[in-house]
């Protein structure tokens, strides 16, 4: 079963707020991604981590800070946000097979709303 | 010049028509390349890994071809079902690091 889960579904916070995205996977992946979606663009990768271990980070200003607890869990905490990081969050894991090709598994993201 | 460019449609065909979408990409050294279709409002789905000998999956041929830099996704007896975005997607640096094109759109009408 490929499923990547995502909580929340929705999520309005203010600038000030402090918050986190939650993402969970039980297919054996090692490899996590996060994702910012814009309306109409495509998504653009935020981080990959591997093992648990942050292995890429794309420059993503230091307001998104992003957590692996273990090898089926990916938070992203969120803290001093701007509106125009509103967007959709995406979530996605891959299997580690060590060859060129990782098919990566997209969960169904969260919607959010910066004010 | 972008990443990966593709032609943002949107393609309007009705039901059974052949619809063919390209893309194009600038890094010689990727390897892994992909089709993934987005519905509105939802999570990106991959549709299909891209091979270089060419594969092929029920209505759905994909073809390589690295000396061009050119992947193009063929779409055989267009379904309603089959209207999303369709995403090209190239691998840069690692197997990890995905880039996505715009998309382009597609409209199967009945």
């Known amino acids: 079963d490929t499923e990547v889960t995502q909580t929340p579904k929705h999520l309005v916070m203010g600038m000030t707020n402090k918050k986190s995205l939650k993402c969970e996977q039980h297919?054996?992946?090692?490899?996590m991604y996060w994702y910012k979606q814009k309306a109409k663009k495509p998504p653009e990768l935020m981080f990959v981590y591997s093992y648990e271990k942050l292995s890429i980070n794309e420059s993503v200003p230091s307001r998104f800070s992003p957590e692996c607890p273990n090898s089926s869990l990916l938070n992203l905490h969120l803290h001093a946000l701007q509106p125009e990081d509103s967007a959709l969050y995406l979530c996605?894991?891959?299997?580690?097979?060590?060859?060129?090709?990782?098919?990566?598994?997209f969960g169904p993201g969260t919607r959010l709303l910066v004010l | 010049r972008k990443e990966v460019e593709q032609d943002p449609g949107p393609f309007n065909v009705p039901e059974g028509a052949t619809v063919a979408f390209n893309c194009t990409y600038s890094?010689?050294?990727?390897?892994?390349f992909f089709w993934y279709r987005q519905d509105c409002r939802k999570e990106p789905k991959l549709l299909m890994s891209?091979?270089?000998s060419g594969n092929e999956d029920g209505r759905f041929t994909a073809q390589l071809n690295r000396a061009s830099q050119y992947i193009s996704l063929l779409i055989r007896d267009s379904k309603l079902s089959d209207s999303a975005t369709y995403l090209c997607?190239?691998?840069?640096?690692?197997?990890?690091?995905?880039?996505f094109g715009s998309g382009t759109q597609l409209t199967v009408l009945p």
């Open positions: 890094n010689s050294a990727s390897q892994s």
């Open positions: 891209v091979y270089s």
């Open positions: 996605a894991s891959s299997p580690t097979s060590g060859g060129t090709k990782e098919t990566q598994y």
């Open positions: 297919m054996g992946h090692r490899a």
């Open positions: 997607v190239v691998n840069r640096g690692s197997a990890r690091q995905l880039t």
